[in-house]
């Protein structure tokens, strides 16, 4: 019998630990800045908006953080997460690279976000928290939180950016399934919102935005705190879950990545499975690349420029130092799935300006593409999203046969894509538009970013 | 830290062989009869629809069948399937009862048509067939075959029922996905299905038609050959690797159910997991209680009558021995999900005529309401199909809790939702209608049934 293609762990084997990269980088990342003073900002001014534990991570040196028995138990349910070779894909593109991949889809909610929704929810609940409020883009955050507020009690109020609440009625709908109540942004229940709608009453939304809104809710009550899927450092601790996974997986593949891939939003599902592999590269002087890949259309890593900016479009959240296309930036519509923020986190954008990293963009119809061939020869349809790692895992194996190597790649497969078949639709009826951001572009919404004086 | 409330099994425990309960039953299965001699057909006859090894296996008397290596690799991947304690939906409805559930959902196109659909292909594929036709109802069962047939290189064309295909454009989608082609049933492709069309231009269709319309195309061709998702035995033999594993997991457990509990459409996913336990009863004297579900709106085992009758709606079926409601029966368009085939399996019929099993009917507000408490604590979105399984699962808690008494309860949670949303979103909102098949209607319909002089 031929070997299997599934490089599973045992339960036994799932990290008890978190790994934080604060601790082993060389520069350590700038602190973030009061809007006014443009002095750091201490824990403390935090506390309106997260729980105290949370906060911690947020700005912890630790190198290991433990993961509670709560959140373990849960972890349990869906981890470890399998590793795959993809076989059928490589022999589809005739490649002489090993390619694998790691799937976080297979879970309630289908994504990686479930990683850190539990951890959330879990240290929320912990500390007396009754509600929370959060933003959604395409829906895979507000269903993974649903699923985890649910489980532990909590209330949750989720700001799904509009276009997408139209577009995708069934993350919404999974997300009621959990209990959760869902608003599309810009809404009228808060300033913010209102603003928005004041200027332009048919604001497909954004992540800036919903962010706003959301974070408004949450200040204005003591029981009510404000959950984040991506972006922070202590969502990207809560990812490295994957990557420490991985590397046990490819131990025992008796084989190691020549390159890491992740698709890029705010950076969480990247730094998920590429921190744990960045140590190696630091500590043991391993000599991995490691790759982003975001939409051409919303080209933060790759056009954006590292300066300090907000999180969010109403400027509610201290100023951050990162890569940015400006706090007001709006993706165009026809992009599909997520992937739409307009910064990123600080942990990679600091990675990225070191060298640690780099980043690609790609068209989306090129990664639907990839898509669909991965579907047709893994079995599995994958989050739109997904589908730029997939384009960027398949870019590096035919750049390796160009050079007549084989090179050994390893991809996040970070959700599945049952909920945006409408997306596929567009894409198999040729109504899916490409649509690249220029340099110009980028430059003028950049020169707009206003910040406090 | 707390015991994990999954119960695995390692790579090495997939059963090798699967379980072909004929060997044990006293009482053997009528044979089927030709439709106009009313003489018991041999495998020849069937020569024409499936490829040899699926008709040996058919009518097999052998105990337990090989796997292939080739089906076994691909089973690998998301084989062995996890069962779950499901002590969140214990707690929420405070039973003393111990429910166990088999979850099926986390493979590829979603259920457990997936055991199926794979070995079906692969031996089509070795026989060299290059095409595949079949029907499928609420599209679990298409999306399966779907992915096997492209995963073995050959072609598939899918009649959809009518009323599934304009409802759930998503699985229709996930099929294009898989490289199948997808046709509304009725359709004008067929003799079959113009005939219903002339009488019915709006046909919501049926499985019944959906079968002879499939059958009618792979006749006409030897390189084509039809398949079907549930009913026959080699279909309900691939998907007792379910319950194999779950009787292999119920001893890791340390436990053993007093009742096992699936969802009853053609019988396939019912089967599966219990066949393995009723051998238990029948061979080491177990006392085990096993309950299929059906839809009150598609009452074949509860009131239908045990009689020959053909598979398909045109007749091109040989006759069966099974419990039916006439293979003219076309479900009302307001039910939601699948469950709606006209006739049981015969290894099913015999076992139930035989006292072997329980059939119940249940209404599908109550499944639905089911199936969201259950989203809502096990955290896994069901298909609207095995709602049923989870409202049986229910009624005998409840039941033990009436009577004082814990029981320990196994079903089979046999596919996810995702693809369902639409019926989930008519259920929040009030307009999932429920309706009772009776005994008068079912007379009604059977008492139409014509069979060759």
Same mark, same amino acid.
């Given at each position: 019998m031929k070997k299997s293609t599934k490089i599973s762990l045992s339960e036994k084997e799932i990290p008890r630990q978190w790994y934080n990269i604060v601790a082993d980088m060389p520069n350590k990342p700038l602190p973030p800045l009061h %809007?006014?003073?443009?002095e750091p900002i201490g824990p403390d001014a935090l506390a309106a908006v997260f729980p105290m534990e949370l906060i911690k991570q947020e700005v912890s040196a630790e190198r290991y953080i433990d993961i509670p028995d709560e959140v373990l138990d849960l972890y349990?349910?869906?981890? %470890?997460s399998p590793m795959f070779r993809a076989v059928n894909l490589e022999k589809a593109i005739g490649t002489r690279s090993k390619i694998y991949y790691k799937y976080e889809g297979g879970n309630y909610s289908g994504s990686h976000k479930t990683n850190t929704a539990i951890a959330q929810a879990y240290y929320n609940k912990k500390e007396g928290i009754k509600r929370i409020t959060t933003e959604t883009g395409a829906g895979q955050w507000g269903s993974a939180l649903s699923y985890a507020c649910n489980h532990f009690g909590l209330e949750l109020l989720v700001f799904m950016v509009r276009v997408s609440y139209t577009q995708k009625p069934g993350r919404k709908l999974l997300m009621n399934s959990y209990n959760a109540k869902v608003v599309p942004s810009p809404s009228t229940m808060t300033e913010a919102g209102r603003k928005i709608l004041e200027k332009d009453p048919d604001s497909p939304g954004s992540l800036g935005i919903a962010i706003s809104e959301a974070m408004e809710i949450a200040v204005q009550d003591p029981y009510t705190k404000y959950s984040l899927g991506s972006v922070l450092n202590h969502v990207c601790l809560h990812q490295t879950i994957i990557g420490q996974e991985a590397l046990l997986q490819m131990e025992k593949a008796g084989d190691y990545p020549d390159v890491v891939i992740g698709c890029f939003g705010g950076g969480s599902n990247f730094s998920g499975i590429a921190f744990p592999f960045i140590r190696e590269n630091i500590v043991n002087d391993r000599k991995t690349r490691f790759v982003t890949v975001e939409p051409s259309s919303c080209p933060k890593l790759t056009k954006g420029k590292f300066m300090y900016d907000f999180g969010d479009t109403a400027g509610m959240t201290p100023l951050l130092p990162m890569f940015t296309l400006g706090h007001n930036f709006v993706p165009e519509?026809?992009?599909?799935?997520?992937?739409?923020?307009h910064g990123a986190g600080v942990l990679v954008s600091q990675l990225l300006k070191d060298g640690f990293i780099e980043a690609k963009a790609k068209m989306q119809r090129e990664c639907f593409e990839g898509g669909v061939l991965f579907a047709r020869t893994e079995g599995i349809l994958p989050a739109p999203e997904s589908n730029y790692a997939i384009a960027g895992a398949l870019d590096e194996a035919r750049k390796a046969d160009l050079e007549g190597i084989s090179k050994t790649i390893l991809f996040n497969l970070s959700g599945h894509g049952h909920f945006d078949i409408s997306s596929y639709e567009k894409y198999f009826e040729g109504n899916l538009p490409d649509h690249e951001m220029t340099t110009a572009e980028v430059e003028a919404t950049i020169s707009k970013i206003e910040l406090p004086d």
């Open positions: %809007p006014v003073t443009r349990k349910v869906y981890r %470890p519509k026809i992009h599909a799935g997520g992937l739409r923020y």
